[in-house]
C-alpha cells in the first residue's frame, strides 16, 4: 500500500479545505464538487463510506493541481 491508502472521503475533503479548496456543489449521487478559487480548478470528490481507493485520490489531487506531498502534510 502506498502513502495515499487508506484513508476515509472525511479525511480527504477536511485536507482539500485546508489546502484551499471550497464546496462548489453536489454533483450526481453522493459525489460533491470542489473548486480551488486560486487556480480556478475544479475536482470531483466521492463522499461514500469506507476507505477511498488510493488510485481515486491521485485522480482527485491531479485533477486539483496538488501535490502528494503537500497533501500528505495538510493535517
Known amino acids: ?15 482539500l479545505k485546508i489546502l484551499g479548496l471550497e464546496f462548489h456543489r453536489q454533483a450526481a449521487g453522493s459525489h460533491e464538487i ?8 475544479y475536482t470531483t470528490a466521492p463522499n461514500h463510506p ?3 481507493p488510493e488510485g481515486t485520490l ?13 497533501f500528505l502534510k495538510a493535517k
Do not use: N, S
Not at 502513502?3 to 476515509?8: V, Y
Not at 473548486?35 to 480548478?41: K, S, V
Not at 485522480?59 to 506531498?69: D, F, M, N, P, V
Open 1 to 15: 500500500m502506498g502513502a495515499l491508502a487508506g484513508l476515509r472521503d472525511r479525511e480527504i475533503i477536511k485536507r
Open 34 to 41: 470542489w473548486l480551488d478559487p486560486a487556480l480556478g480548478r
Open 50 to 52: 469506507g476507505d477511498t
Open 58 to 70: 491521485r485522480a482527485i489531487l491531479k485533477q486539483a493541481g496538488i501535490e502528494t506531498e503537500a
